[in-house]
């Protein structure tokens, strides 16, 4: 059982550049979650599903886009990266909803804009 | 909204106890505990639920306060496997009822041989 599936695991990027940071977990989580975390700062939320097609944003949304159209995957999507992007993203799911589940967590994206 | 976390840093010896408080400034109707260490993905610890109910998997207790809105993480005679980022978890009317977590900058642990 893999649970939360997150590649690629290090990236640097020019600014400017795109891509999208996979996220996948085999647990038929309905729930799913993007965040960022820089050092000091905690974890702050980008982006939540409740399921297929729903999609909403968090705390920090400027600058990523998600998608969800099955409940497996959950991309995040940098279309014009900038140096303030530079964090660890972690992806996490959850059987239900979030305030009385525990979420699962990926083993984080380490993404660095130069 | 963001919960606050104190102590911001925790410095034990082996077997030495610590208590780690979530103050939040609404109303809460759960409290979630994860621990990270560096370089890793946070863990679950527990879920703390309004009325009491709590859910775990690690020997570290806890305790949720609806009135004060507060919980606190009780750590017993630490282990050098406690060492690590801990982070409450409390909802948040940013999201939909229910749906996400709002986390608290975090408490460091280090413990000592």
């Known amino acids: 059982n893999a649970g939360v599936t997150q590649t690629p695991k290090f990236r640097i990027l020019k600014i400017g550049q795109s891509m999208t940071l996979q996220c996948t977990q085999d647990m038929n989580h309905n729930y799913m979650y993007w965040y960022r975390q820089d050092p000091g700062m905690g974890l702050k939320l980008i982006y939540y599903?409740?399921?297929?097609?729903?999609?909403d944003k968090g705390e920090v949304p400027n600058g990523y886009n998600v998608s969800r159209s099955t409940t497996e995957d959950f991309p995040l999507r940098l279309e014009l990266a900038a140096p303030s992007q530079t964090s660890v993203y972690f992806c996490?799911?959850?059987?239900?909803?979030?305030?009385?589940?525990?979420?699962?967590f990926g083993d984080g994206t380490r993404l660095s804009i130069l | 909204q963001q919960p606050v976390q104190s102590p911001q840093a925790v410095i034990l010896r082996e077997g030495e106890d610590a208590v780690i408080n979530c103050s939040s400034s609404?109303?809460?109707?759960?409290v979630h505990w994860y621990r990270q260490k560096h370089g890793e993905a946070p863990v679950f610890l527990m879920i703390l639920l309004k009325g009491g109910e709590q859910k775990g998997h690690e020997k570290i207790s806890a305790s949720f306060n609806e009135k004060k809105q507060q919980s606190s993480l009780y750590l017993t005679a630490s282990q050098l496997s406690y060492s690590g980022t801990y982070f409450c978890g409390t909802e948040s009317s940013l999201y939909q009822a229910g749906t996400a977590l709002i986390f608290g900058k975090g408490t460091t642990l280090s413990v000592s041989s």
């Open positions: 996490a799911s959850s059987y239900g909803q979030g305030y009385n589940q525990p979420q699962h």
């Open positions: 599903s409740v399921g297929a097609g729903i999609t």
């Open positions: 609404k109303a809460l109707y759960s």
